[in-house]
């Protein structure tokens, strides 16, 4: 499936399917008695995905829990507890059926699955490819881009495609902005605060009258003018929270440059299907099923 003006990649948030799987379908155990619920659950989820014929895809991993995140503040994502233990063994497993199907499936230590996504997208708008990133993770609204080739992003299980005017409604300002948006409303999520006191509409308001956080920052002595209720008070706020902001814009900034090798999104992203040596790996799985699953929707590919 392509944009109808230029080939595309889809770059697939694998790690996020996980857990959709993991809570969305039943447990099951392999042959050996390990389990395999989630990762046979994204197997299905992936083989859906498939049957819309992309031209070429990525999935992409979190690699671990901890990051370079992690070392610019401790408090990041320190809100989330560890996995359930039954999931937590089958994050190598879903990386190894990535690559038993014949995916490139990539995942880099120190980084999180959302930076391997900003740096395919950048690579693949240097090749001449669109991007369709499949996740719902707002963070990745960053990266949405109108111009050609073009990026957009899209929720895997509605297939809604979000697009800049997308970005506009959701978040309320443009892509370029919502780094900066964020900064100053913090994401929950992810445990990063933001500027105590400022809301999703003053961010918004802010945003649209001075640019970015930098102006934003340069002409604090011009916040109290604004038409917004409470604008006396909220440059004080925004005084108050000048660290934070700046903190919280450096977490929520995706990283574009992550070392992925020598990787030709034109060539090495094209699925074929499930190689010979797939048979032992879904063997151990319990699932031959599955196995044959990828290989049927790969023989009509090639029909």
């Excluded at 080939?7 to 959709?20: G, Q, S």
């Excluded at 994050?91 to 690559?99: P, Q, S, T, V």
């Amino acid at each position: 499936m392509s944009s109808g003006t230029c080939p595309e990649v889809w770059v697939i948030d694998a790690t996020a399917l996980l857990f959709r799987a993991y809570y969305g379908m039943p447990a099951r155990l392999s042959p050996a008695g390990e389990h395999v619920g989630a990762v046979l659950g994204l197997g299905h989820l992936l083989r859906g995905l498939l049957r819309r014929a992309p031209e070429r895809v990525v999935l992409v991993f979190d690699a671990g829990r901890m990051t370079f995140r992690n070392r610019i503040d401790p408090r990041y994502k320190a809100n989330r507890g560890e996995p359930p233990p039954d999931l937590a063994p089958q994050f190598e497993l879903a990386r190894r059926l990535g690559a038993a199907a014949g995916f490139v499936a990539l995942s880099v230590p120190d980084f999180e699955a959302d930076d391997l996504m900003a740096t395919l997208a950048r690579g693949a708008a240097a090749a001449g490819l669109r991007t369709r990133l499949l996740s719902v993770d707002k963070d990745l609204c960053q990266l949405v881009c109108d111009e050609s080739p073009g990026v957009v992003l899209e929720d895997p299980r509605t297939q809604a495609v979000c697009d800049a005017a997308g970005v506009q409604q959701r978040m309320g300002v443009r892509p370029s902005q919502v780094v900066d948006y964020m900064a100053l409303v913090g994401d929950t999520s992810d445990n990063v605060p933001g500027v105590a006191g400022v809301g999703p509409k003053a961010a918004q308001a802010l945003i649209a009258a001075f640019g970015d956080l930098d102006s934003l920052y340069a002409s604090l002595g011009q916040v109290a003018t604004l038409p917004l209720r409470g604008a006396k008070g909220l440059s004080a706020r925004l005084e108050a929270g000048r660290e934070a902001a700046f903190l919280a814009r450096t977490l929520v900034r995706l990283h574009d440059a992550v070392p992925l090798g020598a990787l030709d999104l034109h060539a090495h992203t094209r699925w074929r299907g499930p190689g010979e040596d797939a048979e032992e790996f879904f063997a151990a799985l319990g699932s031959p099923g599955a196995l044959r699953g990828f290989r049927s929707i790969a023989a009509q590919d090639r029909a």
